[in-house]
């Protein structure tokens, strides 16, 4: 092979090993790829986690379970997402001798 032919296909690696690590850096590695901006009342929820932005993913991302095992992520930005977690959040603290962050609750929540 000849030198010309080595450099180029040395820059070709470099050029793929850079936009491969772009992606995995550029906040698009979220969990939820598609988002609900509610759920039907009812529904009986037994897990909540919130996820802060990370360099991973530049977003919230609320990621709930459901009595049946089915996990769904909601839209943080929609005010019945927000209502619903204040009234979580507000529920967790209220049981508690000190506040703490939410980042889970195991209790059945009926909305």
Known sequence: MSGIMKVFLLLAVMVCI????????????????????GIRPGTKITDVHIYPATIFCDKVEIVVTNNNGHRFCLNP???????????????????????????STTNTARV
């Open 18 to 37: 850079s936009e491969a690590q772009m992606d995995h850096t550029s906040g698009k590695l979220c969990l939820c790829q598609r988002v609900r901006n």
């Open 77 to 103: 930005k929609v005010k019945a997402v927000q209502k619903l977690m204040a009234s979580i959040t507000k529920r967790q603290t209220s049981s508690t001798a000190r506040p703490t962050e939410l980042t």
